[in-house]
């Protein structure tokens, strides 16, 4: 079974950027598709983007992050990272990777989770 761990996190002025990586434990690593969530206070846990496994030829983007954020993964590193571009106040989150056998959008399908990083977007 795969563990992971989130880094990267910390406080940005609106605009910036932000990297976040994701290390995972494990030899079968690369066998994951791995996704990106944040859950702000009282708010529900939502998807932000994912990567199949293996070559990560498939990704997937919530909408309102694409073309801001890139997700990638580094098998050879066992990391999956989220580049995070035009930072907005409101996506002030505690961002979150999770592993899932196939790549999806539902929080539900994933089963292997972070302890979460924080990521905190003001002036």
């Known amino acids: 079974q795969v563990q992971l761990v989130e880094s990267g996190g910390g406080s940005v002025q609106p605009g910036g950027s932000l990297r976040l990586s994701c290390a995972a434990s494990?030899?079968?690593?690369?066998?994951?598709?791995m996704g990106w969530f944040r859950q702000a206070p009282g708010k529900e846990r939502e998807f932000v983007a994912g990567?199949?496994?293996?070559?990560?030829?498939?990704?997937y983007y919530a909408t309102s992050v694409k073309d801001r954020f890139t997700i990638s993964r580094d098998n050879a590193k066992n990391t999956v990272y989220l580049q995070m571009n035009v930072l907005q106040p409101e996506e002030t989150a505690v961002y979150y990777c999770?592993?899932?056998?196939?790549?999806?959008?539902?929080?539900?399908?994933?089963?292997?989770w972070g302890q979460g990083t924080q990521v905190t977007v003001s002036s």
């Open positions: 999770a592993a899932t056998p196939r790549l999806a959008r539902r929080w539900s399908e994933y089963d292997v």
């Open positions: 494990g030899r079968t690593f690369s066998n994951y598709a």
């Open positions: 990567i199949s496994g293996w070559s990560g030829g498939s990704i």
